[in-house]
């Protein structure tokens, strides 16, 4: 049995080529996890929801979806997102293209707005699609 494994075992020259840089007294190299200091859409966002907004007249209120989408996703909830001129502007969306894209997402029932004098509105992302 030992013959059988003595086929696989390295060479010194292997185990000692400089190339390698362990050595017993260093730690075993470690893979280090690869994070992207990207932006990203975090889902799931349910399909017939992207559907439903992609059917809407205009590209508007499909990018207004996946804006308010990634606002969710940054702050872990569907309800209370703040339309902001930030977001907005992120995204390349326009205010008035926006306020018209917001009424055509309300009465589709995909979301729901909270409107308040003087204030962003706030919005919640309904499940239903």
């Known amino acids: 049995m030992d013959d059988d494994l003595e086929e696989f075992r390295l060479s ?11 050595t017993p007294e260093t730690k075993p190299y470690r ?3 690869n994070r992207s200091t990207a932006l990203f859409l975090r889902g799931p966002i349910p399909l017939p929801w992207l ?3 992609a059917e809407l007249p205009g590209k508007t209120p499909l ?3 996946l804006a308010l ?3 969710a996703g940054l702050s872990k909830s569907k309800s ?3 339309l902001t001129s930030k977001l ?3 995204f390349r969306i326009p205010d008035r293209s926006a306020r018209l894209a917001v ?3 309300e009465a589709a029932g995909l979301i729901v707005v909270e409107r308040k004098a003087g204030q962003c509105l706030r919005v919640t992302i309904l499940d239903s699609g």
């Open 12 to 22: 010194e020259s292997v185990v000692t080529d400089p190339g390698i840089t362990r």
């Open 80 to 82: 209370g997102l703040r």
């Open 63 to 65: 990018k207004l979806g």
């Open 31 to 33: 893979r280090t996890k």
């Open 88 to 90: 907005k502007t992120e």
């Open 103 to 105: 009424k055509k997402l």
């Open 51 to 53: 559907h439903k907004a």
């Open 69 to 71: 989408h990634f606002q």
